[in-house]
């Protein structure tokens, strides 16, 4: 199975700040790799598939680059209603997994 | 609009058997695989099973393996998961989510809580 190691795994910030999430992959996922945003008590809300392709409706500062085995989701100017928790996921083989997510929390 | 309405989750003894729903509206439910998805309360996302558009395939997380079964009804629109021999670490809100060519999980359910308790 691929295990998706997320850092950090907690953030504090303020707002306008640049904030950067790191995914690593066990092995190659080529590009294979999603970003969801989670807010308590909703359903994921999918940012970035093919790990640089912006879903529609998601604001411009959000970002992701990346392949094989590193990658990264960035908000270029955290907004309050960033404040969320963030999972990576891979598609590249089954048993699909997710990274363990990351909170990000106002300072 | 695309709608997925999670159903049939509530409380359960462990070893027990529970069947959940997912209703799919609003696209063409019968050309997509779909999946379940679920997450332990204060935990994170833990995928679950897929099944392929006309259910000649599934793949389970081997949490799961052997004692959940997805299944689909295209008639209906309704994608399922029956989960038996259920365990106390089964207790999590279950969503369903489809997958698209272009774009994967892009529409989730709201979820639906199951809680296996004695």
């Known amino acids: 199975d691929i295990q998706l190691t997320q850092s950090p795994s907690f953030l504090s910030a303020s707002v306008g700040d640049r904030v950067t999430i790191t995914c690593r992959a066990s092995q190659g996922i080529s590009s294979y790799l999603v970003w969801y945003q989670q807010k308590p008590g909703k359903a994921p809300n999918l940012l970035i598939y093919t790990a640089s392709t912006l879903q529609g409706g998601v604001p411009s500062r959000f970002s992701g680059s990346g392949s094989g085995t590193e990658f990264t989701l960035t908000i270029s100017s955290l907004q309050p209603e960033d404040f969320a928790t963030y999972y990576c996921?891979?598609?590249?083989?089954?048993?699909?997994?997710f990274g363990g997510g990351t909170k990000v929390e106002i300072k | 609009q695309v709608q997925l309405v999670e159903s049939g989750g509530g409380v359960v003894q462990p070893g027990r058997s529970l069947r959940l729903s997912c209703a799919a509206s609003g696209f063409t439910f019968n050309s997509l695989p779909m999946h379940w998805v679920r997450q332990a309360p204060g935990k994170g996302l833990e995928w679950v099973a897929v099944?392929?558009?006309?259910?000649?395939?599934?793949y389970y997380a081997d949490s799961v393996k052997g004692r959940f079964t997805i299944s689909r009804d295209n008639s209906k629109n309704t994608l399922y998961l029956q989960m038996n021999s259920l365990r106390l670490d089964d207790t999590a809100v279950y969503y369903c989510?489809?997958?698209?060519?272009?774009?994967?999980?892009?529409?989730w359910g709201q979820g639906t809580l199951v809680t296996v308790s004695s």
């Open positions: 099944i392929t558009y006309d259910g000649s395939n599934e």
């Open positions: 996921q891979q598609l590249n083989s089954y048993p699909l997994t």
């Open positions: 989510a489809r997958q698209t060519p272009a774009v994967p999980f892009d529409y």
